[in-house]
């Protein structure tokens, strides 16, 4: 098993709004876990684009990861690890590297303890094959924000 640290002290991300994003994830990861499949079978939430959803490398620069793709690769027990602060399954989000720099990791959230963890550079390669190996996402993202999905989840 990789390495994880909770890093609930982490200072905000320098991408827009990505903190925030993270922390409301972590607050509502069991809804969209639990509604996944209406999420998936709907292209306008299934293309919900995260600000902290994304993989990277250098020569692919960052490509963003969809919702329903994330959902999809949890549904089928990937991109998760154990929460080492309460046990919990940690959702994670994306994962970035570059071969040369030897400077891989993860981050993910825990919807139990509601913490924001990173992970070493061990589970990346791991991460990053699930990822590629899955099926392209929605061609066209979807057109609402995570908080409108949520109300809308929340409100059916």
Known sequence: MSEVTNTNDLKPSPRNNAWEEARLLARNIGLLVDNSRQITQDPRLSGCRLDTAYIGLP????????????????????????????????????AGGGALSGRNGWWGVCGHCQGVLSGSREKFYQLYSEFAGGPAGPSHPGQIDLSDLLTELRAA
């Open 59 to 94: 020569h692919l620069k960052a490509k963003a990861i969809a919702l329903g793709r994330l959902l999809d690769l949890w549904n089928q027990g990937k991109w998760t690890e154990t929460c080492p602060a309460c046990g919990e399954k940690v959702y994670i989000l994306g």
